[in-house]
T-cell receptor, first 109, second 112 residues
Framework: RKEVEQDPGPFNVPEGATVAFNCTYS??????FFWYRQDCRKEPKLLMS???SGNEDGRFTAQLNRASQYISLLIRDSKLSDSATYLC??????????FGTGTKLQVIP | NAGVTQTPKFQVLKTGQSMTLQCAQD?????MSWYRQDPGMGLRLIHY???????DQGEVPNGYNVSRSTTEDFPLRLLSAAPSQTSVYFC???????????FGDGTRLSIL
């Protein structure tokens, strides 16, 4: 089993739709979690951290389920500009940073 | 704010040549890392550093060397370039172990 797994997609959704991605992780001792956004041929950029109680930033909501070992990202009212690849990142023990391979989102007019 | 700066942005090498990819950060971050990203694959860790004078190997270190003589700089050296090292290279830094990484905008490297 991979340490961090994501559905690669692509998720093709119409503008205005709500879309959700999950990311599962195998190490129950993982400590910190993040979602990054990566546009084609660009560097990954931090989208948001994921807190145990769940957190929201505008149209984006991140949640953590430690019991089932997954994190999720919900995007409401999708915009064309949301089209990108979304990477989940899991921080484990000493210096252990694990990236998922990413979920590709394409928002369609 | 410059953040993490990588140079060059693009480079073409011939097999067997050597070169150094530069990475500098101005955020006083202790932790720095080098990744490569290939089509259809996730980011793979090459080398990392937890502070000046300290480096260690990541997942795919073969063919690469690093050094960390200052907090700001973390250069990556290709010793003898091979076509398999054609990739996009990202440098990243973070302030502490539980904080997210900040990435440079990458070096696109082609080995002929």
């Amino acid at each position: 089993r991979k340490e961090v797994e994501q559905d690669p997609g692509p998720f093709n959704v119409p503008e205005g739709a709500t879309v959700a991605f999950n990311c599962t992780y195998s190490n129950s001792a993982s400590q910190s979690f993040f979602w990054y956004r990566q546009d084609c041929r660009k560097e990954p950029k931090l989208l948001m951290s994921v807190y145990s109680s769940g957190n929201e930033d505008g149209r984006f909501t991140a949640q953590l389920n430690r019991a089932s070992q997954y994190i999720s990202l919900l995007i409401r009212d999708s915009k064309l500009s949301d089209s990108a690849t979304y990477l989940c990142v899991v921080l484990g023990g000493y210096q252990k940073v694990t990236f998922g391979t990413g979920t590709k989102l394409q928002v369609i007019p | 704010n410059a953040g993490v700066t990588q140079t060059p942005k693009f480079q073409v090498l011939k097999t067997g040549q050597s070169m150094t990819l530069q990475c500098a950060q101005d955020m006083n971050h202790e932790y720095m890392s080098w990744y490569r990203q290939d089509p259809g694959m996730g980011l793979r860790l090459i080398h990392y550093s937890v502070g000046a004078g300290i480096t260690d190997q990541g997942e795919v270190p073969n063919g690469y060397n690093v050094s960390r003589s200052t907090t700001e700089d973390f250069p990556l050296r290709l010793l003898s370039a091979a076509p398999s090292q054609t990739s996009v290279y990202f440098c990243a830094s973070r302030s502490s172990l539980n904080q997210p990484q900040h990435f440079g905008d990458g070096t696109r490297l082609s080995i002929l």
